[in-house]
């Protein structure tokens, strides 16, 4: 399972004007095949009345699907250029349709080219680009001698606090980047003297800002 990697945020579009030609760019985040020709299917269904509306999706760990479709413009000048724009931002798991309103002037192949590539990056700038990194949800059960000290530790350290469950023993919920589990387990006993019980009940994604 992969720990981090970089998609978009959330789905979104982004409008220019070249020529005359509206071009209208589209973004989302699609962890299938299934789920980026779903998303490229309604976006030819709001825009049925468009000239085109080209696509591009890179679906996968490794990259594995990879898909890029002209719809009608000349070969190589639009699907191609948009999935190349995911590549060079190193996104994963992104489907993104550019549609296009002909406005009576022939851009030419690398106007097209440059036409679609832009399309693609602004759609992808208003979607907001985030880093999914894989933590481990941790269970740190103490006794309640030892909360004070761990919870305000843990609230200065960098691992986000998830919750507080207050029983018989003090349980707090804590995420921790895979990378750092041990490192973590470490830090706990030591501030415990090895009176913490700590295991991992899950691993789930968090999301940051990808700068």
């Not at 409008?15 to 998303?39: D, M, P, Q, V, W």
């Not at 992104?94 to 693609?120: D, H, N, Q, W």
């Not at 589990?181 to 999301?207: C, K, R």
Request: proline content about 2%; charged content about 25%.
């Amino acid at each position: 399972m992969r720990e981090n990697y970089i998609t978009v945020g959330s789905s979104a579009n982004a409008e220019i004007l070249i020529n005359k030609s509206r071009f209208i760019g589209h973004a989302a985040r699609a962890e299938t095949e299934a789920e980026a020709i779903a998303f490229i299917d309604s976006i030819k269904l709001k825009h049925r009345q468009a000239t085109h509306n080209c696509s591009a999706y890179i679906i996968g760990e490794h990259d594995s699907i990879q898909k890029a479709n002209d719809d009608g413009e000349p070969s190589g000048t639009a699907g191609v250029p948009m999935l190349e724009v995911l590549k060079k931002q190193g996104l994963k798991d992104t489907v993104l349709v550019v549609t296009r309103y002909y406005g009576g002037i022939k851009l030419g192949g690398g106007g097209l080219i440059r036409a679609y590539g832009k399309s693609a990056s602004e759609a992808i700038a208003a979607s907001g680009v985030v880093e999914r990194r894989l933590h481990h949800l941790m269970k740190v059960s103490i006794d309640y001698t030892w909360l004070g000290k761990i919870e305000n530790e843990i609230r200065q350290s960098d691992y986000p606090l998830a919750g507080i469950d207050y029983s018989d023993a003090v349980v707090l919920s804590i995420h921790v980047p895979v990378e750092k589990e041990q490192q973590f387990i470490d830090w706990v006993n030591e501030l415990t003297n090895g009176q913490a019980e700590i295991e991992s009940a899950y691993s789930e994604f968090l999301e940051f800002p990808h700068a």
